[in-house]
């Protein structure tokens, strides 16, 4: 029989802990030392990959004495919610051993990370879920989608000619990554990569992924693709571009393959499938909920929040319901006026009613007012629902970065 877990000690975890750190990530996830050699890692280059998160990231962990039997971080990063830059965390490493689950320890790890958060100014948490249903009883919802594609050789479009060129690069190429910081700043939902958010994402990536970019007739940077050819499929991890050039351009670029690959494999993180957008669009795709996402304080995140100039001057109430921070547990009523928030101690013409769940997925866009009502996740006259969804952008974020 366990002990008492609400005596076991919860603590910021340090480069002493990364052994227990490790370990229980990989029994957790079930890192097998066949899938390590296959990425050519080894467990002390693990180790040693962990320490910059240990470092500088939040990262919680529960003890049984001196043995680490739970954790949980938050990676720091930045976040464009339509045009203002968020300073977010990206909550990862959430696991517990088999035989201490069930006993409330991941709900204190969660309430401290989040508390930690909301002292940092971290207004928004995201988070890849293990398990829907179990977020959403902490107040997350689910903020943005992944479409997977699958393409046949025959499919690729021949029709584009862009006037640029492509040029391989190294990882490391500055152009590269100055093009996803272009690309982040106009993207509402793109999270800005820090040094951290780069190294998790070539943390598995085999030595023959690739990094190909279009420059314009101008020898101007404007899109990019990052890829793998294995057994005759080219695997498209990433392809961003600032223009409808560079869109063709690179596609043009994925044709110039055809003598190697038989298939084109992809994931796209826009709110839209591609086939409209190839010449033949009978293809393969299917989309699933991706990233899910918590506010953590509705007061600091109103504050700087973004609203439709076009939508006119309102005032409304949002009677927040949430049953895991008390903080947010209230009624905020906002101003919305010329393209602003503003947060006020006055009465309101217009009232919503809603969990901080719903509340984080319709200002972030995923669904509109609208919906929300026809679904029973909101309650709202029909003209304050019509109001909401002419103040609010209503574009569903761009969220690619899996930390």
Same mark, same amino acid.
């Given at each position: ?133 179990? $977020?959403? &009883? ?8 992944? =479409?997977? /594609?699958?393409?046949? #050789? %025959? ?45 998790? $994402?070539? &943390? ?8 190909? =970019?279009? /420059?314009?007739?101008? #020898? %101007? ?183």
């Amino acid at each position: 029989m366990l002990p008492n877990t609400t005596e076991f000690e919860i603590r910021n975890l340090n480069t002493d802990d990364a052994d227990q750190y490790n370990a229980l990530l990989r029994y957790a996830f079930q890192i097998t030392e066949q899938e390590l050699t296959s990425t050519g890692w080894h467990d002390d280059e693990i180790k040693q990959s962990k320490f910059p998160i240990l470092k500088r990231a939040d990262v919680l962990g529960c003890f049984d004495h001196d043995a680490l039997v739970s954790q949980i971080a938050v990676y720091p990063l930045k976040m464009n919610i339509y045009g203002a830059v968020y300073p977010i965390g990206f909550v990862t490493s959430v696991c517990t051993y088999p035989e201490y689950s069930g006993n409330g320890i991941m709900k204190r790890l969660m309430l401290q990370i989040l508390t930690h958060m909301r002292q940092r100014q971290q207004s928004l948490a995201l988070l890849f879920p293990y398990s829907i249903p179990l $977020y959403r &009883r902490m107040g997350w919802e689910i903020v943005s989608n992944k =479409i997977t /594609y699958s393409v046949k #050789d %025959r499919q690729i479009p021949t029709k584009a000619k862009a006037p640029g060129y492509v040029r391989r690069v190294p990882w490391d190429n500055e152009d590269f990554k100055n093009l996803h910081a272009q690309f982040a700043a106009a993207t509402h939902g793109c999270l800005f990569r820090n040094s951290l958010a780069w190294e998790e $994402y070539w &943390r598995w990536d085999e030595d023959d992924t690739v990094v190909a =970019i279009y /420059y314009d007739p101008n #020898d %101007r940077p404007s899109g990019y693709m990052v890829y793998l050819i294995k057994d005759d499929v080219m695997h498209i991890k990433e392809m961003i571009y600032l223009t409808h050039e560079a869109d063709e351009g690179l596609w043009e670029y994925i044709r110039a393959h055809d003598s190697m690959i038989d298939e084109v494999r992809g994931s796209s993180y826009y709110s839209d499938p591609i086939a409209f957008e190839l010449e033949d669009g009978d293809i393969k795709e299917s989309i699933r909920p991706y990233i899910m996402g918590r506010i953590v304080d509705v007061e600091q995140f109103l504050q700087k929040y973004q609203c439709d100039p076009a939508g006119g001057r309102a005032r409304v109430s949002f009677e927040v319901e949430d049953k895991f921070l008390e903080w947010n547990n209230r009624t905020f009523t906002v101003d919305f006026r010329n393209g602003a928030c503003r947060l006020v101690n006055a009465r309101a013409e217009h009232t919503v009613r809603l969990s901080v769940a719903t509340l984080t997925t319709l200002l972030l866009g995923y669904k509109t007012a609208a919906k929300l009502e026809r679904l029973g996740r909101l309650q709202a006259d029909e003209e304050t629902v019509q109001l909401i969804d002419d103040l609010l952008f209503g574009e569903i974020p761009y969220i690619s970065d899996y930390i």
